[in-house]
């Protein structure tokens, strides 16, 4: 089930609710539905994580849990799925974002090396910002559209696999007597 192994890898709202970034949003984070596990929290969760993933901004989980909470969505599941992109995943994610934007645009992608400095960042707005922020805008509804209905599909999947292997089980049972 997918159930099971989503909260494998989900951490517990205990220490959800006493992460010190989270605190701005107080008593909204004692919601009871923000902690069920259900297809329609999961894939919401799922969606709204991938959507915010793509974002270039350092307040990722802030976002993702700010729509999460209104949705009543998943809220450890949201929060998760945004560090798909994490520094080890940035700059692949981030460098195909830019070539969705160049493709989208018809602009010729441009050389660039990155430089971990305020000043580059300044100077890349100009020349490979605006290929880069359509790309992050594309992918980030894309992956968020295809994150909800993938895991949607997959739960729905599951569900009825489990209820075939119960009506097969109790099936046998029946004619073994």
């Known amino acids: ?33 923000l902690w069920h596990l259900n297809r329609r929290s999961a894939a919401g969760a799922f ?21 999460a909470i209104p949705c009543r969505v998943n809220l450890p599941l ?32 441009e050389h660039f090396e990155f430089q971990f400095s305020w000043q580059w960042v300044v100077e890349s707005i100009n020349t490979i910002g605006p290929a880069f922020l359509v790309g992050c805008g594309i992918c980030s509804v894309v992956f968020g559209l295809a994150g909800y209905f993938s895991l949607n599909w997959i739960w729905r999947l599951q569900v ?12 046998h049972r029946t004619t073994a007597k």
Do not use: C
């Open 78 to 109: 949201s929060i998760a799925t945004v560090w798909i992109t994490n520094p080890f995943t940035i700059p692949p994610i981030f460098y195909g974002a830019y070539k969705v934007g160049t493709t989208v645009l018809g602009t010729k992608p």
């Open 47 to 67: 969606g709204i994580g991938l959507f915010f993933a793509f974002w270039p901004v350092p307040f990722q989980m802030w976002l993702s849990a700010g729509i």
């Open 1 to 33: 089930m997918p159930k099971k192994f989503i909260r494998r890898f989900l951490p517990d709202h205990q220490s959800i609710k006493q992460n010190k970034a989270l605190k701005i949003f107080g008593t909204l984070l004692h919601e009871p539905n």
């Open 160 to 171: 009825k696999k489990a209820w075939q292997r119960r009506k097969e089980l109790r099936l």
